[in-house]
């Protein structure tokens, strides 16, 4: 079975700041995918970025980038120059390589400070 | 539409009341997921249906819930006898992928979820 822990329960950031919010997961899969997601208050997942396990290189999407660690199963994710539209509820999620469903973790309500 | 559509956005039912959720995934979509959220937490899958075919309904909670597709497109998620516990957001995502498969780039669109209540 796979699991996925956010040990935080909520964030703060002053705008244009870095912040890292942090995952850790586990699961007994030789490949699978991982994911960040962002939930605003309109309720609506939103994909921020996704990295494959048999990827080493850490996936970068514009201000957003993860730190990636397999062998200590830690996905976190850095966002840089943070932004008032930034503040949401972020998830950390897996999926197994042949799966049809994500595992979330419990989210980090992120507040940007302006 | 643009995107998956959920309605209603908002549901309060009585205990023991019957209820029906609705969702509406981007046309032509294949996979349509489920996924229940309670309050604070990360979402938890349900159900998931390929076309018309349930494949698999593992998380579904209890035989009060009930989920169909009939012709492949809207999906109603139903929940029978609604008990307290059953209070949370339920979401629905679509995507034009096959999911059981090595879906390297699969995207899921999620829909902005009905908040059921339950009294």
């Known amino acids: 079975a796979q699991t996925v822990t956010q040990s935080q329960p909520e964030m703060s950031v002053q705008e244009a700041e870095t912040v890292t919010l942090s995952c850790t997961y586990d699961?007994?899969?030789?490949?699978?995918?991982l994911f960040w997601y962002k939930q605003p208050p309109s309720r609506q997942m939103i994909l921020v970025i996704r990295q494959e396990a048999y990827k080493q290189q850490n996936a970068t999407e514009n201000r957003f980038s993860v730190n990636f660690q397999k062998a200590a199963k830690s996905f976190s994710l850095k966002i840089s120059d943070s932004q008032l539209g930034d503040a949401a509820m972020y998830f950390c999620?897996?999926?197994?390589?042949?799966?049809?469903?994500?595992?979330f973790g419990a989210g980090t309500i992120l507040r940007v400070k302006s | 539409g643009a995107g998956v559509s959920q309605s209603p956005r908002y549901k309060v039912a009585k205990r023991g009341q019957d209820v029906a959720l609705r969702c509406d995934p981007i046309s032509g979509h294949v996979s349509l997921f489920w996924y229940q959220q309670a309050l604070g937490q990360g979402p938890e899958f349900l159900t998931y249906?390929?076309?018309?075919?349930?494949?698999?309904k593992s998380g579904l909670p209890s035989d009060r819930f009930f989920a169909e597709r009939p012709e492949g497109s809207v999906s109603t998620l139903k929940i029978q006898r609604t008990q307290q516990e059953d209070s949370a957001v339920y979401l629905c995502?679509?995507?034009?992928?096959?999911?059981?498969?090595?879906?390297?780039?699969?995207?899921?669109?999620f829909g902005s979820g009905t908040q059921l209540s339950v009294l």
């Open positions: 999620a897996s999926r197994r390589e042949y799966g049809n469903k994500l595992v």
């Open positions: 699961t007994s899969e030789s490949d699978y995918y």
């Open positions: 249906f390929q076309n018309e075919a349930q494949l698999d």
């Open positions: 995502a679509s995507s034009p992928h096959i999911s059981s498969s090595r879906t390297r780039h699969e995207k899921l669109f």
